[in-house]
């Protein structure tokens, strides 16, 4: 497994995900990890779920908000974890971003929004 450290300390990482022709999707989102396992969520129907679920390939690196790079491009591995996982990646995304998810987790409920958390490994 390759190293975690350039993603210690930041509050963002773009995930790339690519579509069927190769063409690269980079995205920024809030990540928190564990034990070698970095946690996104998203929305349920969002494209980067469709990606993922068709090739797990994706590039990662650390960004601010706006997906400007803040390190290299590192290649992993990516998945749609199941309910049990994605509820344990909400608790640390929970923790991580306090107030701010929990927000966010309030209007999404009242939205309705199913969420999915994808499961990131370095290669």
């Known amino acids: 497994m390759s190293d975690l450290q350039p ?3 930041a509050k963002y990482l773009n995930l790339e995900t690519f579509k069927r022709d ?6 920024p989102v809030w990540f928190a990890e564990n034990d070698g396992t970095l946690y996104v969520y998203t929305l349920a129907e ?7 679920r068709h090739n797990p390939r994706v590039r990662i690196a650390p960004c601010d908000m706006r997906g400007n790079l803040q390190g290299a491009w590192v290649e992993a591995k990516a998945r749609v974890v199941d309910p049990q996982e994605a509820e344990f990646g909400q608790q640390l995304l929970d923790k ?3 107030w701010l998810k929990k927000i966010g987790n309030f209007f999404s409920k ?9 499961g990131i490994q370095l290669t």
Do not use: E, L, Q, S
């Open 110 to 118: 009242i939205r309705g929004n199913k969420h999915a958390v994808i």
């Open 46 to 52: 969002a494209w980067k779920v469709k990606r993922v």
């Open 96 to 98: 991580k971003y306090g």
């Open 22 to 27: 190769g063409t690269g999707v980079p995205t």
């Open 7 to 9: 993603f210690k300390d």
